[in-house]
Every structure is written in structure tokens, then in C-alpha cells.
């Protein structure tokens, strides 16, 4: 029983427009949320996270949006760049627990053309 | 920068072995993590430790079990492969409430 979901597997984006990548989850628990992108033969790297007390975060092109009746949240990169092309993950936590444990998404490969 | 290493970049068991998994991170991080990688599944926490000596079990903690003797090294054992516990395993730290988790580049675990 997965709690966070990603259902698009992948993504193709030109490069230069807009790259949305979705995010639902179930446990109403969750009140922190990040995005990891993961390289090829690279670990994960942090990229952006929200609280739940907050429905948007902006870092650079990077914005991250959460709707919390719908279990909703989505990363929006504007402009796209051939270099983001990457696996995505959003994560979610359970609050303030030992360790912070994160539970992750299945990940969407995005593809940015040039 | 934080630096998150893991001991081998690939490796290859048979059915059976006895199978170390090393991780080191050197931030002085009280978190460390040990999760496997599967294509749809992304990533699945096998266990992780918040102290020395300390551990507690993830959402897949059958077959693996771990080890933290030292606060920079975190290490997962499988007491007998088997070829369904082929998959990536990725280690990661974070330091105390924050959320954010450091990651190894990943070992790629084939069991044959």
C-alpha cells in the first residue's frame, strides 16, 4: 500500500517550457514534503520541500505547490533545462519522529528536449 | 559540503552469502538511513538508526538486519542472499529535526 504516489512514470518536456511533476498522497499524518532529483549513478539530492502549514514554495525555477484537501502536491520547473533531465522523487513525513523518517514516491523520469 | 560514502559501487553475491553493506557519512550526523532502490518503487527504508547502537526497522525490514558501533558508520547485513534482494541500496544521514537526507551514490547489489 503505497502512501505517497508518483502516477506518471515519465515525462517529456521541450526545453524552455514548463515541467509539472505530480504528487498525491494518503496519510493524513504527512506534514512535511520534499523533492529529491536522482542522476544516473549518482544517490538522490535534495531539491526543494514545503511544510504543511504553507500551499507554495519558490526556490529559483524550482516551485513546489501543496493542496492539502486534495493529498495533493506538484513541482513546477520554469524554464525546463536539458540538465534537469533526471528521476524525480517527492517524499513526505510523518512529523516529528525519531530520525524524520520520509516515505517516497515510485519517482517520474522527466526528459527535457533541447 | 556533507560527504556520504558507501563501500563498494557494485557488487555481485551468490545465493546464500553472507553480505556487508558499509557507510560512512562525516557530517556528525545522529540519522542514518538504509533504503533499496526498485524501478515503480522508488525508495523503501530498510532501517535506520537515530544514536549508537540505535536502530529501528523501515516498512521492508525482512531478510536485512544492521549494524552502528560509531556515529559516522551505519551498516546493513544480509545474513543470506537471495536473488529477490537484488536491487540499488542507498545509505543517507540528516542531523536532528532536519528533514533533509544526505545520500551515498548507491550501491548496486547483484545476487545470483
Known amino acids: 500500500d503505497q502512501q505517497v504516489k508518483q502516477n506518471s512514470p515519465s515525462l517529456s518536456v521541450q526545453e524552455g517550457r514548463i515541467s509539472i511533476l505530480n504528487c498525491d498522497y494518503t496519510?493524513?499524518?504527512?506534514?512535511?514534503f520534499l523533492w529529491y532529483k536522482k542522476y544516473p549513478a549518482e544517490g538522490p539530492t535534495f531539491l526543494i520541500s514545503?511544510?504543511?502549514?504553507?500551499d507554495k514554495n519558490e526556490d529559483g525555477r524550482f516551485t513546489v505547490f501543496l493542496n492539502k484537501s486534495a493529498k495533493h502536491l506538484s513541482l513546477h520547473i520554469v524554464p525546463s533545462q536539458p540538465g534537469d533531465s533526471a528521476v524525480y522523487f517527492c517524499?513526505?513525513?510523518?512529523?516529528?519522529?525519531?530520525?524524520?523518517?520520509?516515505?517516497f514516491g515510485g519517482g517520474t523520469r522527466l526528459m527535457v528536449k533541447p | 559540503d556533507v560527504k556520504v560514502t558507501q563501500s563498494s559501487r557494485y557488487l555481485v553475491k551468490r545465493t546464500g552469502e553472507k553480505v556487508f553493506l558499509e557507510c560512512v557519512q562525516d557530517?556528525?550526523?545522529?540519522?542514518m538511513f538504509w533504503y533499496r532502490q526498485d524501478p515503480g518503487l522508488g525508495l523503501r527504508l530498510i532501517y535506520f538508526?537515530?544514536?549508537?547502537?540505535?536502530?529501528e526497522k523501515g516498512d521492508i525490514p525482512e531478510g536485512y538486519s544492521v549494524s552502528r558501533e560509531k556515529k559516522e558508520r551505519f551498516s546493513l547485513i544480509l545474513e543470506s542472499a537471495s536473488t529477490n534482494q537484488t536491487s540499488m541500496y542507498l545509505c543517507?544521514?540528516?542531523?536532528?529535526?532536519?528533514?533533509?537526507?544526505?545520500f551515498g551514490p548507491g550501491t548496486r547489489l547483484t545476487v545470483t
Open positions: 543517507a544521514s540528516s542531523s536532528g529535526p532536519i528533514y533533509e537526507q544526505y
Open positions: 496519510n493524513s499524518m504527512f506534514d512535511y
Open positions: 514545503i511544510s504543511s502549514i504553507k
Open positions: 517524499a513526505a513525513s510523518r512529523g516529528a519522529r525519531a530520525g524524520n523518517m520520509l516515505t
Open positions: 557530517m556528525d550526523h545522529e540519522n
Open positions: 538508526s537515530y544514536d549508537v547502537k540505535m536502530k
